[in-house]
């Protein structure tokens, strides 16, 4: 359900949605990070066989296909996608989640939301060598390399793989027993950081990160409490619509750049 309603703000924002005076959306990439952080943690502590190749998997392919259809509009239909070129060393740093500088202050590879498959595949890469040197505690060593790469890069963002790590813990440490009095707080807490993230963002899009990056902690922590004490969802519509949100993710700004030209 969280990563629907990630996907959803983020359509939200890059449509230019602003019913508040300002627009609101983008914290949605700062949800998806926390929870990217959160499932990573729980499959590292349950089933961390094959997990590079697993999450290149899962990840990779969708990516590479959307990244390789756009370099030939480009490159054929130049007038119908702005800010890129269709240049072969643009096309292979893309694929290999190598940041790109496209322009000055500008680092997006062609599909230009991959930035944040960049930091993924960061996130990714340091828990596989976590888990190829520290097989018990692979999140030390992933740890340490995101903490040390945010300090030097000052890229604040990437803590929130690590805040998703915390939740996890959070979640396994509390009994179960103990969160079931607390169920409608930990729902009203999850739906309160949801409309405080609206509402921060609308009011301010130069807001500073760690508003963000709590209330985020707060939603995804309270929606792991949730369903361990066995409130969750199997409303089959959330459920694909989860499900579908990373090719949501991918495709929806030349969705909406479709409709814009087809109604204006």
């Not at 005076?21 to 349950?46: A, P």
């Not at 239909?77 to 240049?87: H, K, M, S, Y």
């Not at 060598?129 to 890229?155: E, K, M, W, Y």
């Not at 090719?247 to 109604?263: D, E, G, K, T, W």
Request: glycine letters at 6%.
């Amino acid at each position: 359900m969280l990563r629907a309603f990630a996907a959803l703000v983020v359509v939200f924002f890059h449509a230019g949605w602003k019913p508040f005076g300002n627009g609101f959306g983008g914290f949605g990439v700062d949800i998806f990070f926390v929870i990217s952080g959160y499932i990573m943690t729980r499959i590292c502590e349950s089933s961390p066989q094959f997990f590079f190749r697993r999450r290149l998997i899962r990840v990779g392919p969708p990516y590479w296909l959307l990244t390789i259809l756009l370099y030939f509009v480009v490159k054929f239909f130049p007038g119908l996608v702005d800010l890129t070129r269709a240049e072969p060393i643009f096309l292979l740093k893309s694929l290999l989640f190598i940041p790109l500088f496209k322009a000055p202050g500008d680092i997006q590879p062609i599909l230009f939301l991959g930035w944040t498959l960049n930091f993924e595949m960061f996130f990714y890469v340091s828990v596989a060598l976590g888990l190829l040197l520290f097989r018990r505690r692979p999140l030390v060593l992933a740890s340490l390399i995101v903490a040390t790469t945010t300090l030097a890069c000052h890229i604040w963002i990437v803590l929130e793989f690590l805040i998703g790590a915390a939740v996890y813990y959070i979640a396994a440490f509390v009994p179960e027993r103990s969160i079931r009095p607390f169920r409608v707080f930990f729902a009203l807490a999850m739906g309160g950081s949801a409309v405080f993230l609206i509402a921060y963002q609308s009011l301010s899009m130069a807001g500073a990160r760690l508003p963000l990056s709590v209330a985020s902690f707060v939603m995804v922590l309270s929606a792991a409490l949730l369903s361990k004490s066995g409130w969750d969802t199997n409303i089959s519509w959330i459920v694909l619509a989860g499900d579908a949100s990373y090719m949501l993710y991918l495709l929806h700004p030349y969705c909406i750049s479709i409709f814009i030209n087809q109604y204006t």
